[in-house]
């Protein structure tokens, strides 16, 4: 499960960073200095592995009554592609082909 879970919370984490870079007021909420816990209603699992994970974090931080904010990831748009255009050829076009 660990590796799972490191693989689920480096992709949660990111999307919430992405989530909090285009909506900042979206931080007035949190309490300063909080440990943010990111959990998914969709995974219990997750959850219950992610909240072991800041009990024991808990006992370890250099500021013992750090508040904690606990943040309902909702649901994840579909993952989409950027490109634009793409083309398929049988053989490397003239003009991207090697030299």
Excluded: C, Q, W
Aim: charged letters at 20%; glycine letters at 4%; aromatic letters at 8%.
């Amino acid at each position: 499960m660990n590796e799972l879970f490191a693989i689920k919370y480096d992709m949660l984490l990111t999307e919430f960073n992405r989530y909090v870079m285009a909506h900042p007021s979206f931080l007035a909420g949190l309490p300063d200095e909080a440990l943010i816990v990111l959990l998914d209603p969709g995974d219990p699992e997750f959850n219950r592995h992610n909240l072991e994970r800041i009990a024991a974090h808990g006992r370890h931080d250099d500021h013992p009554n750090r508040p904690i904010a606990y943040v309902d990831v909702g649901k994840l748009a579909p993952i989409r592609s950027r490109l634009v255009a793409p083309h398929v050829f049988s053989h490397p076009p003239e003009a991207l082909a090697m030299a």
